[in-house]
Nanobody, 119 residues
């Protein structure tokens, strides 16, 4: 069993910053990808950022230049630094984890943390 625990969500003003953290624990041998998705009411869940075990990153166009994802492999922890936050960034943010080997591929999701951007 793998557990993901997010923290760092909250209420911020437009233009403000927030840092999310996610720690993974449990039966983990190797984590291939860690990242963040988000979902707002009435919208589909979308990928925000992804980082591989080797370091390469992927970002949604809407957050490029504002968000930065990083990870500490030794601690099985992923972070999301969010700057210049906009009202459209309001959503529940979910930590995600993918393990490719041994097969089959396994995906895990955190419980989610609420991010609210409002003045």
């Amino acid at each position: 069993q793998v557990q993901l625990v997010e923290s760092g969500g909250g209420l911020v003003q437009p233009g403000g910053s927030l840092r999310l953290s996610c720690a993974a624990s449990g039966s983990i041998f190797r984590i291939n990808y860690m990242g963040w998705h988000r979902q707002a009411p009435g919208k589909q869940r979308e990928l925000v950022a992804l980082i591989s075990s080797g370091g390469p990153t992927t970002y949604a166009d809407s957050v490029k230049g504002r968000f930065t994802i990083s990870r500490d492999n030794a601690k099985n922890t992923v972070y999301l630094q969010m700057n210049s936050l906009k009202p459209d960034d309001k959503a529940v943010y979910y930590c995600t984890l993918r393990i490719l080997n041994p097969s089959p591929t396994r995906d895990y999701w955190g419980q989610g943390t609420q991010v609210t951007v409002s003045s």
